[in-house]
């Protein structure tokens, strides 16, 4: 039950005149939306969400601020659920060779790829690494994203995962975001340890991930299953050592082709999985089974160019959660913008609307392990929200490079931004 107060006593503050798109699920209307809505917050959480006339008192007597939202809409604050923010350097070279023909996976096998910006960042300082992580970062704050994770993996040695890491708990310290952490040790396998993955393989379960869990860095973990980088086998390794650390997991997997990563993934119980362009009927089994969040990261399907798309209309039938992020990584999805993205989850992927947004909010909070927390306006969630200036929550997929946004709300206190 969503629409409910969560006691009589005086919110801390409560906003009138809204459009409501909660996301709820229990609210069958589309986007779970309350047309002319009030929502209030206490303590930093959602207090009361529900329509105005079911208010009981004058609103006056149950806040002790009234924001007047004079018919903004008001969504629950976005999630981007799969970055790579934290990095050196650029790819914008290996861009230009792309677009003269060159693959992704044969720039990546002719040893540039991501090993070049792996070179690029263990050269960078700390504070070099912070500081191009918060100008990247900042463009998806202004579009009201409260939430971000960021990934490991371009250090693929102790020190540098160490640093990546730390700089990813420094942004969440300086900047109004919560940051979940993922170490990606087994994102490539470094130029010292070519042609020998499985003891690459030892290094991140024996040293790296033992190392950064004691030091208190990571919150998730994540490995790339592909040709060009690590086997399931492999990868199941890695999941192995997570599990000993009772840390959850999520995978890369089937973006450049179907090598059973979702499967995987699935049977480990994995959070989400990532990519899946490629996944074939039991792999989409596999994620329904085990209430896995498909991760759809169309940034990446976009900049590579690629045509084989994952297959939505499969996820639906099978019940498969959707979620949606930027993958915002110097190689395959230079891209800032959350907004922009779920436009291009409806146009080259063909979510609804109501799926893109469910697919950065609620959906992306699940495949965060953040759904009682976050995702939808409830009572009892943080009150992250934001305030739009559309006419109809659709708005936000349909416009291109415009930023509707009027005000972010985090743990119910506005945000400078
Ligand atoms: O999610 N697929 C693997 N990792 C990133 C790309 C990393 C890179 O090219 O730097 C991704 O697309
Ligand atoms: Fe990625």
Redesign the pocket.
């Known amino acids: 039950m969503v629409t409910g107060t969560m006691s009589s006593e005086m919110w801390d503050a409560i906003w009138v005149d809204a459009g409501l798109a909660t996301l709820d699920l229990g609210i069958a209307a589309p986007f779970g939306r309350i047309e002319d809505g009030v929502i209030a917050v206490k303590d930093g959480r959602i207090a009361h969400v529900g329509a105005r006339d079911d208010l009981p008192r004058p609103v006056e007597h149950m806040a002790a601020v009234v924001h007047d939202a004079e018919g903004a809409w008001i969504t629950p604050a976005l999630i981007d659920c799969h970055t ?1 923010i934290v990095h050196g350097g650029h ?1 914008a070279r290996e861009f230009d060779l792309r677009l003269q023909g060159a693959s992704y996976a044969e720039i990546s096998r002719s040893g540039v ?2 090993r070049s ?1 792996v070179m690029a960042t263990r050269a960078a300082s700390f504070e070099d690494l912070l500081v191009s992580a918060a100008r990247r970062l900042e463009p998806l704050v202004s579009e009201g994203v409260t939430v971000v994770e960021i990934k490991s993996g371009y250090g693929l040695d102790l020190d540098t995962e160490l640093k990546m890491l730390e700089v990813a708990r420094a942004i969440g310290e300086r900047m109004p975001v919560t940051v979940v952490t993922t170490f990606l040790g087994a ?1 490539a396998v470094p130029a010292e340890f070519d042609g020998d993955a499985d003891r690459y393989i030892d290094f991140v379960c024996d040293e790296v991930l033992p190392a950064a869990v004691e030091r208190g860095l990571v919150d998730q973990v994540d490995a ?1 299953c ?1 040709g060009i ?1 690590f086997s399931p086998e492999q990868v199941g390794r890695v999941f192995d050592v997570a599990r000993l650390f009772n840390l959850p997991i999520k995978l ?1 997997a089937e ?1 450049l082709s179907d090598l059973g990563g979702s499967i995987l993934a699935a049977e480990a119980g994995a959070l989400s999985c ?2 899946l362009e490629f996944v074939g009927p039991d792999g989409i089994d596999a994620l329904a089974r085990s209430g896995t969040v498909a991760v759809l ?1 169309p940034g ?1 399907f976009f900049v590579l160019g690629k045509t084989t798309k994952p297959p939505i209309a499969a996820f639906r039938e099978a019940g498969v959660r959707m979620a949606v992020a930027t ?1 915002c ?5 230079p891209v800032t913008s959350l907004l922009t993205t779920m436009n291009m989850a409806c146009v080259l992927f063909g979510l609804t609307p109501e799926e893109a947004l469910a697919g950065t909010t609620r959906e992306a909070a699940r495949a965060l392990g953040l759904a009682a927390e976050r995702g939808t306006l409830a009572v009892g969630k943080a009150a992250d929200f934001v305030l739009w200036r559309i006419q109809d929550p659709a708005e936000l997929s349909y416009r291109i490079g415009f930023n509707p946004r009027i005000e972010v709300i985090r743990a119910g206190a506005p945000t400078l931004i």
């Open positions: 790579h790819r790829g991501i910006t994102h790339f592909e980088a890369h973006q990532d990519h990261l990446a993958d990584n110097p190689g395959s999805s």
